[in-house]
């Protein structure tokens, strides 16, 4: 059952080849089995059970949907009521969420039945999954490498095939990036098509969640559920949600794509390279037209990502003092020694090095000369892709420079492992929706790549991703270990 679609999945449910209870079963023995991997921060197996039991009574009386009864792994970022919800922190390591987020509310309402929370990087902050206070997650493709951050158990669990389907957020590249490196699907919305209600905040004006399966076609069954207007999140759009399955077998012949010169220039892997344009050429083979274009302000996404993202966690984070959520500190000697020690023994070192950065940034004195530059080269990059999408319809190139690299192998240089983020980053900052997917191997690690597309064009996206996953197989496969 772990390597059927979701479609394929809802369509046994339906028929009763199977019930949602063994399909469960057989989805929590897989969370078990394969422990190892350090995907979940909490596993929450007899809850799924009971779930599951629910929507095999649903699924009975004919009151179901797609998602009634399929297992779904949520990224620990998401409020879930009476779970523990720790964001990969010490911070939080105590924290019972007393509500729902938007988006769990919601796949509750759709059916689905939660096999666990997914480790993360602490906060969201990292692009390797290394700076979880669980410890790092392991790529399935090769435990000795990362499966990229912050969504990394996420991506792990679906490349796995532990859960069909996953949840994370992207706020520079982290359902992209995991899901590059981990060979699977996902999908970063436009900003403010999934609610943030309820997501744990890290730089909010960045943040957005969005689904992970094997295929572009699993991935639109999930935002189908995790999407719409919610007037709890003021940054939520009141745009209608459409259907997303109804456009996958649309042509793209005479679509126009743009190849940004900027992202096939140094800093890409030559491997990695040769991949992207072998897709590039299966697109001209479909009647695409294939067009050059400039993102000339490219490399500046990352040192204006790099302020505005700390700039708005250092505010985001002030709320952990001790007194309101989470970690407290034994004995403080008064309020001072409260707030200094409950945030110094309960944040991790990159959590602490960006709220230095932030809070620096955002002072007296430095903020025209850092914050408000960042903010106006974020508006440069926007109009970069303004410009080009007067010409083309999506933009396509890698998701990252190269496939996973070893656990350890960066986390003592923060700015090498913040490079990794470069063609991920400058999309969060300019709002746009983005896709991920595998389109080849190296050295035996997957290549992601990515699918740009314009505002609210996630359609566009997964109809492209699709297309190319009909006639490719890369999306199918499953790293050795897992496949039995
Ligand atoms: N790697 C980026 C960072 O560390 C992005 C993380 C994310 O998208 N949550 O901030």
Known sequence: MYDLSVSQLAEGLRNGDFSSVELTQHCVERMQKFSDLNAFITELGERAILQAQNADKLIKEKNHGPLTGVPIATKDIFCMYGVKTSCGSKMLDS??????????????????VTLGRTNMDEFAMGSSNETSYYGPVKNPWNKDYVPGGSSGGSAAAVAARIAPLATGT????SIRQPAALCGITGLKPTYGRVSRYGMIAYASSLDQGGPFGAS????????????????????????????YTQSLNDSIKGKVIGIPEEYFSEGLGVGVKEIIQTAITWYEQQGCEIKSISLPNTDLAIPAYYVIAPAECSSNLSRYDGVRFGYRCDDPKDMRDLYDRSRSEAFGDEVKRRIMIGTYALSAGY???????????????????????????????????????????????????????????????AGLPAISIPCGQQGGLPVGMQLIGNYFAEETLLNFAHQYQLDTDWHQQIPPGFNE
């Open 216 to 243: 572009a076609e699993d991935c639109a069954y999930l935002l189908q559920a995790m999407a719409g207007f919610d007037e709890k999140d003021s940054t939520s759009l009141d745009k209608a949600v459409p259907d």
């Open 367 to 429: 903020y025209d000369a850092y914050y408000l530059k960042a903010q106006q080269i974020r508006h440069l990059i926007s109009d970069d892709f303004k410009k080009a999408f007067e010409q083309v319809d999506v933009i396509l190139g890698p998701t990252t420079p190269e496939p996973a690299f070893k656990i350890g192998e960066k986390t003592n240089d923060p700015v090498t492992m913040y490079l990794s983020d470069i063609y991920t980053i400058s999309i969060n900052l």
């Open 95 to 112: 924290f019972i969420a007393p509500y729902d987020a938007t988006v769990t509310h919601k796949l509750d309402q759709a059916g689905c």
């Open 170 to 173: 992207d706020t520079g590249g």
